[in-house]
């Protein structure tokens, strides 16, 4: 059957503030990221601790979350001021019974490290220096993506990135590390429901699309060279009939210390 879906472009402006993210990663214990295949939660992956971090508000029952992995990459030492929006791209549309009510196992573990490594890969071709991964930038995205979900929205505020509480992207860092010296902060999203049995049981089929929006994206987020840090989230939810069709969010942070 052919599938007819909304797409919608959204563009937000990151907020700037004079302090931010980075100084936190030194108070108390930070949570330990994955090692290579991001993270899914526990018991049934529904919101609570994951892998080191409390999202709020909880994810849907029957949700996968995973994150990026650490690496040893240096933050760089960079003069450029990343003056640049926040972009969300993607397409949903309403309820399909006969799409796939859900993704495969681990679906989200496998899907962060292709994201990671296409992230770094756009970096690379344009000649600009990697990101140092930063922990709380994941967190930071799983708690949007889940306020995204909460409040009944498809995607991340249009034109703000703004969360339920009205909160910027940097407000957004701040609120888990206030003590942070980030300084500005974009946020990157993609979010779209399942067309077809392949996006729901291939991650790399269900990132190309995102991948062809982050590359394409107007900005240049991902390749500006401002930045000094990167984290993410991928999420994915189950269908739930008569509402939604089974959704997949990738949701990218990125910062300048």
């Not at 059957?1 to 990663?25: C, D, E, K, Q």
């Amino acid at each position: 059957m052919n599938v007819v879906r909304n797409i919608v472009l959204l563009v937000a402006t990151a907020g700037v503030v004079s302090a931010g993210l980075f100084a936190a990663v030194v108070i108390q214990t930070p949570p330990t990221p994955p090692v290579s295949s991001g993270g899914t939660g526990t018991g049934n992956n529904n919101g609570g601790t994951n892998n080191g971090f409390t999202i709020s508000p909880a994810l849907p029952a029957g949700a996968q979350v995973a994150y990026g992995s650490a690496n040893s990459v240096t933050p760089p030492n960079t003069t450029t001021t990343p003056t640049t929006p926040s972009d969300s791209t993607g397409g949903v549309q309403g309820y399909v019974s006969s799409l796939p009510a859900n993704f495969s196992a681990n679906y989200a573990a496998a899907s962060a490290p292709l994201l990671q490594a296409y992230l770094d890969g756009l970096r690379a071709a344009a000649n600009v220096g990697p990101l140092a991964y930063d922990p709380i930038l994941g967190e930071a995205a799983a708690n949007l993506i889940a306020d995204t979900i909460a409040s009944g929205q498809a995607f991340p505020a249009q034109g703000t990135a703004v969360n339920s509480k009205n909160k910027t992207p940097i407000q957004q860092v701040k609120a888990i590390a206030p003590t942070s010296t980030v300084k500005y902060v974009s946020v990157l999203s993609f979010v779209s429901d399942v067309l077809n049995s392949a996006e729901a049981t291939d991650p790399q089929t269900g990132l190309n699309p995102a991948e062809t929006n982050f590359q394409l994206d107007s900005s240049m987020i991902p390749i500006n060279p401002g930045w000094t840090h990167y984290g993410f989230a991928v999420v994915t939810v189950p269908a739930v009939a008569g509402k939604n069709n089974a959704t997949r969010y990738y949701v990218v942070f990125f910062a300048k210390e």
